[in-house]
Nanobody
Framework: QVQLVESGGGLVQAGGSLRLSCAAS????????MGWYRQAPGKQRELVAL???????NYVDSVKGRFTISRDTSKNTVYLQMNSLKPEDTAVYYC????????WGQGTQVTVSS
């Protein structure tokens, strides 16, 4: 089994920054993709950012230039640096890992006040 443990969420004022972390542990054969999704109340879960095994990244348009995804392969950990946060970034953020199967973290709340 694979476990994903997230940390770093919280309450921040608009314009502020937060850094999310997600550490993967367990029976990990090979990590193909790690990333972050988010789900706001009443909305569908959406991809925020992902990083592939080769290091390439993708971002949803709304966070480009503000968020940065990175990883520490030695620790099986992925990070999401979120700058210039906006109230519309408020959501539960979920870590995602794809190996032979797909895994999700428990979610961490990010709240941005105006």
């Amino acid at each position: 089994q694979v476990q994903l443990v997230e940390s770093g969420g919280g309450l921040v004022q608009a314009g502020g920054s937060l850094r999310l972390s997600c550490a993967a542990s367990g029976s990990i054969f090979r990590i193909n993709v790690m990333g972050w999704y988010r789900q706001a109340p009443g909305k569908q879960r959406e991809l925020v950012a992902l990083i592939r095994s080769g290091g390439s990244t993708n971002y949803v348009d709304s966070v480009k230039g503000r968020f940065t995804i990175s990883r520490d392969t030695s620790k099986n950990t992925v990070y999401l640096q979120m700058n210039s946060l906006k109230p519309e970034d408020t959501a539960v953020y979920y870590c995602y890992l794809m190996t032979l199967n797909n895994y999700w973290g428990q979610g961490t709340q990010v709240t941005v006040s105006s």
